[in-house]
């Protein structure tokens, strides 16, 4: 597996597997993954887009990430900028990047793909805080939340609803740079 940073050009020429693995890793119905492919293609070109991939030795795309500058006009921003009070708005938003996406292909999940992704994206990121939305779920028995929690991200908002999905979501955040936190071994001394 290879890890390598994408320019928007390179996610273009791979969309059609980007929205395959999107797919894949949310088990979403193919109606919506064409509505998903548009969205994609336009965000390449949004201010401050970083975008990673994972690829196999063959050239498969295992997975992928992306985000870009958070801003007013964005569908997303404008969503979250609505729920938030004044002050989280000033803490939260100002100079903020999204993770508009971050997956991992199923069979490829559970081996560190995903937590090299995002600590890839967020070194490239610009910013002083990161924002990005997950569905509510238990949070030990989801793999995306324990990765979120591994690097630090604490609840912006929670149970709440982007209009058109059922689904309740959480914003997390953190502050940027990201520094890592020392791992703890099964002692729970912290590791190299
Ligand atoms: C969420 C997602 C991106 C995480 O990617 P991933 O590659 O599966 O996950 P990780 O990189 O965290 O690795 C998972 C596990 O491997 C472990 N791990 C980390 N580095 C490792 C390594 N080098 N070798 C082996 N295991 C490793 C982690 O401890 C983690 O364990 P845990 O899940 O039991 O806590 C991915 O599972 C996915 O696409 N899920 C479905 C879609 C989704 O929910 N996307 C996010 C929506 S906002």
Redesign the pocket.
Known sequence: MRLVAWQPDDLLRRLDDVVTVYGE??GYRPELLQTRRGYIGSHVRRPGFRAVATLTTEGRVA?FGYGYTSAAGQWWHDQVRYALGEDSRRQWLTDCFEVVE???RPA?????????QLRALLAMAKGKTVL???PEADEQAS??W??YR?YGFDDVLRDFYFPGDERAFAVLGRELPLVERPLEDASGAAGA
């Open positions: 890793a949310m997975g971050l997956h991992v490829a999940q559970g081996h560190g793909v995903g937590a090299r990005l939305s997950t793999r995306a324990r990765l591994r």
